[in-house]
């Protein structure tokens, strides 16, 4: 039986991390799709990163899948650069491996979004 740990050590063992200057940096840049995975509720108190998508961590996989055609996001297209964030990193650890799971190969866990707040990374509500 599999435990929130061995998820999680998967995870992080499948999808790179990248800290949040580098990220801010990439932002800036306009490279990649800046997707926070965390609820409407979490984001809605907190504010998120200025152009991000938001797609829930629940729903990342109907998002993600065009043969979902009521739920698909177009977005998602598996030669674009995600990088993913949430309120500490586990929840786009996880996402980022469902993600990779689905054929998406270039998948970034940028962490926490205090983290890019106290870095200076834009944000809005």
Same mark, same amino acid.
């Given at each position: 039986?599999?435990?929130?740990?061995?998820?999680?050590? !998967?995870?992080?063992?499948? *999808?790179?991390?990248?800290? &949040?200057?580098?990220?801010?940096?990439?932002? $800036?840049? =306009? /490279?990649?799709?800046?997707?926070?995975?965390?609820?409407?509720?979490?984001?809605?108190?907190?504010?998120?990163?200025?152009g991000a998508h938001r797609v829930p961590r629940g729903m990342i996989e109907f998002?993600?899948?065009?043969?979902?055609? !009521?739920?698909?996001?177009? *977005?998602?297209?598996?030669? &674009?650069?995600?990088?993913?964030?949430?309120? $500490?990193? =586990? /929840?786009?650890?996880?996402?980022?491996?469902?993600?990779?799971?689905?054929?998406f190969a270039n998948v970034t866990n940028i962490g926490g979004f205090n983290a890019?707040?106290?870095?200076?990374?834009?944000?809005?509500?």
């Amino acid at each position: 039986m599999k435990t929130a740990k061995d998820y999680m050590d !998967a995870a992080n063992a499948d *999808v790179p991390k990248m800290d &949040a200057p580098a990220a801010i940096a990439r932002h $800036a840049a =306009g /490279q990649g799709v800046f997707i926070d995975v965390r609820d409407s509720a979490a984001i809605a108190e907190s504010g998120t990163i200025a152009g991000a998508h938001r797609v829930p961590r629940g729903m990342i996989e109907f998002r993600a899948d065009p043969a979902v055609e !009521a739920m698909y996001n177009p *977005v998602f297209d598996k030669n &674009a650069e995600y990088y993913l964030i949430c309120g $500490a990193g =586990g /929840q786009a650890a996880l996402a980022g491996k469902t993600l990779k799971d689905m054929g998406f190969a270039n998948v970034t866990n940028i962490g926490g979004f205090n983290a890019w707040k106290q870095a200076g990374g834009p944000t809005e509500s």
